[in-house]
């Protein structure tokens, strides 16, 4: 599956839970679905060359657009009418709930071990990140450390796996972000969910602060955004700025993105440290193989450097679809003999003509246009 398909499949399925979501009076979770599949076809209008393709994806964004204005402006004057009723509730305890449902806070236990190759982006956050909030005396003055991270690539390479693993390095809080779901669900407490993200990382520094698809919250800025999301953009810039100019706080914000040319300057400036995490070579798709094959009974004539020439151009993710396809095969075998409920019956080991067999069924899913992009982006902004 392409970008392109897997990114219609996106906005298609949200658009549909959407109408579904407001059908069933859930405006909350209609805003949400809706604001997904408006972000999916943001991209996929940057993408298309088509331009009666295009227009389509145009359209369906105003039409999804205005619908979401509409729930914002219903589900406002329901709040106020519940307000009005119950009386005023305290904003700290509206923004504990607010945080809960919007930002998982979590101690990863992802290993750089666990992460196959990748050497230069590790050994780049290693040196940007880690290092100087495990010796913060050593990083003053000109070696103060970088304090926002960019990981851009393409999708399904390690790039959350990444930044979890950095936090586990240093034993450091780590407070993953979805923009989308902040900017709808509660796209009036949109500024105050961006500060409060940050009083949190103080609280509970050394903090690592990942912002995933941060293309949706820091995006270009534009003379008709809304006025909501260009104040959320501000705030984001003072709390990123407070950092740069601190000696004190222990706080990494790390932003990972396909679309890295879809971010505003003003951000891209921030994120001073700029890191390609690319497709895996040769020895990262053996090892990746290996890494979701443990614990699997394999049969003698699986090769790894066979799968690993036969998945060129493949992500890591594409890589795991794989293995679970080639997996299941001798499990679908005891099923067709009836085999399955009887206790005791062990699957054969995985042969090496499930894994060609699978793959046959799972291409790659970026091609080779949407890396030379990535690279040529690289070429022009990477700092590591």
């Known amino acids: 599956m392409s970008v392109e398909e897997a990114l219609l499949e996106v906005a298609s399925e949200n658009a549909k839970k959407a109408i579904i979501a407001e059908r069933q009076g859930r405006k909350n979770d209609a805003i949400i679905y809706y604001y997904r599949a408006i972000s999916a076809l943001k991209k996929l209008v940057k993408i298309e060359d088509r331009e009666e393709i295009k227009r389509i994806y145009e359209k369906r964004l105003k039409e999804y657009s205005r619908r979401v204005m509409d729930l914002l402006s219903e589900t406002k004057r329901m709040k106020k009418r519940i307000k009005k ?129 941060v293309d949706a919250i820091a995006s270009i800025r534009k003379a008709d955004e809304h006025d909501t999301m260009h104040r959320v953009k501000t705030i984001l810039l003072m709390e990123m700025d407070g950092l740069l100019s601190s000696s004190e706080d222990r706080i990494v914000v790390i932003g990972a993105t396909n679309l890295p040319e879809l971010l505003d300057p003003a951000f891209r400036r921030r994120f001073e440290k700029r890191i390609y995490v690319p497709l895996p070579d040769f020895e990262a798709r053996k090892e990746i193989f290996k890494i979701h094959l443990r614990g699997i009974e394999l049969a003698d004539d699986v090769d790894f450097d066979e799968l690993a020439k036969l998945t060129e151009g493949y992500t890591g993710h594409d890589i795991a679809l794989i293995v679970k396809e080639a997996v299941m095969r001798p499990i679908r075998e005891l099923a067709e003999k009836n085999l399955l409920d009887k206790k005791g019956t062990k699957p054969r080991p995985v042969n090496m003509n499930d894994f060609r067999e699978a793959i046959k069924i799972i291409k790659p899913s970026v091609s080779p246009e949407e890396i030379k992009k990535y690279e040529e982006w690289a070429r022009k902004f990477a700092t590591g």
């Open 85 to 213: 009723a119950k009386g005023e509730e305290k904003e700290s305890e509206e923004l504990e709930d607010i945080i809960k449902s919007a930002i998982i806070i979590e101690k990863p236990k992802v290993r750089f071990e666990d992460i196959a190759n990748l050497e230069k982006a590790k050994k780049a956050l290693m040196e940007a990140i880690i290092w100087p909030l495990k010796r913060p005396d050593l990083f003053k003055g000109s070696r103060s450390p970088w304090r926002g991270i960019r990981l851009f690539g393409p999708p399904g390479c390690g790039k959350t796996l990444l930044a979890k693993a950095v936090a586990n390095a240093v034993n450091a809080t780590f407070i993953n972000i979805d923009s989308a779901t902040i900017l709808s669900k509660w796209f009036g407490e949109s500024e105050k969910i961006v500060k409060e993200v940050f009083r949190v990382a103080r609280k509970k520094q050394p903090a690592i602060i990942f912002i995933d698809e």
